[in-house]
């Protein structure tokens, strides 16, 4: 879901200005690739998403460490974990829901929900008012094999492609085959939908297993969506926006 649980607190700089609450996971593990999409255009709503003034995935310490970890056993394996969002600020998900909310805006749907109906998406609960990502836990992570070739960047206008399609057909991505593009809003994209086989399948539950490994609990939803439990912010949702906390070199734990 594109949301989470109503209620709880927002909070405009909290996050930020907590004396390291939050880091950048490159400060972290800076191999951990990143396509930190709603900083783009390659998004659902067409356009980069507000909060979004740089490409950089924060994350809550704990949640970056535990990524730091999974990502060392994927590397033995050739494999790298690539995360399209980390933290979201409140804003970006009062920009969904505006979007939502707007049935006239059809731009992107030929890519992202070509078979749902736009006004079912608070119903179907792929748009909420409240988001997990906004608690700075939350991460949308695939798989890439490695060495790779950087797929090209998304050029505003041009065709769009099916998410639900082969992965051969649809819009280029390094990553492997997960059944479905990310941001897919289709029931393909549900973790364990009995139509994804194969390649695809052994994919998604080799992601799913290694993120568990290390505390972290899939959205059913999405094949795509992790939350580290437990939570430092289980009830806060902030609002400062993405931007570059600090450039330093990863501590020796994360060498």
């Known amino acids: ?54 490409p950089v995935c924060l994350l809550t310490r704990p949640a970056a460490r535990a990524l730091h970890r999974a990502q060392a056993r994927l590397l033995r394996r050739g494999l790298s974990l690539k995360v399209y969002d980390c933290y979201r600020p ?9 979007w939502a ?61 099916d998410c639900t399609a082969p992965r051969e057909a649809r819009f280029p991505d390094d990553s492997v085959d997960m059944g479905t593009a990310f941001d897919c809003f289709d029931p393909l994209s549900h973790t364990d939908d009995p139509r994804v086989r194969g390649a695809a399948r052994a994919n998604r539950d080799l992601l799913r297993g290694v993120l568990a490994a290390e505390g972290f609990v899939n959205l059913p939803e999405e094949w795509w969506h992790f939350t580290y439990r437990p939570e430092p912010f289980p009830d806060t949702y902030f609002d400062f926006p993405v931007e570059a906390v600090r450039s330093r070199p990863a501590p020796a734990w994360a060498r």
């Open 90 to 98: 409140q804003r970006a998900v009062d920009h969904f829901v505006r």
């Open 1 to 54: 879901m594109r949301g989470g649980t109503a209620g709880g607190v927002v909070a405009e700089g909290a996050g930020r200005a907590g004396a390291g609450t939050f880091v950048e996971l490159r400060a972290v593990d800076p191999t951990v690739l990143q396509e930190m999409r709603y900083a783009t255009a390659h998004t659902f709503v067409g356009t980069p998403v507000d909060g979004y003034r740089a």
């Open 101 to 161: 909310r707007d049935p006239a805006d059809q731009r992107m749907k030929a890519a992202f929900y070509p078979r749902v109906d736009k006004a079912r998406l608070f119903a179907d609960g792929y748009v909420a008012e409240r988001s997990g990502h906004s608690r700075g836990s939350t991460v949308d992570v695939t798989l890439v094999r490695l060495p790779r070739e950087p797929a090209r960047p998304y050029v505003p206008g041009e065709p769009l492609v």
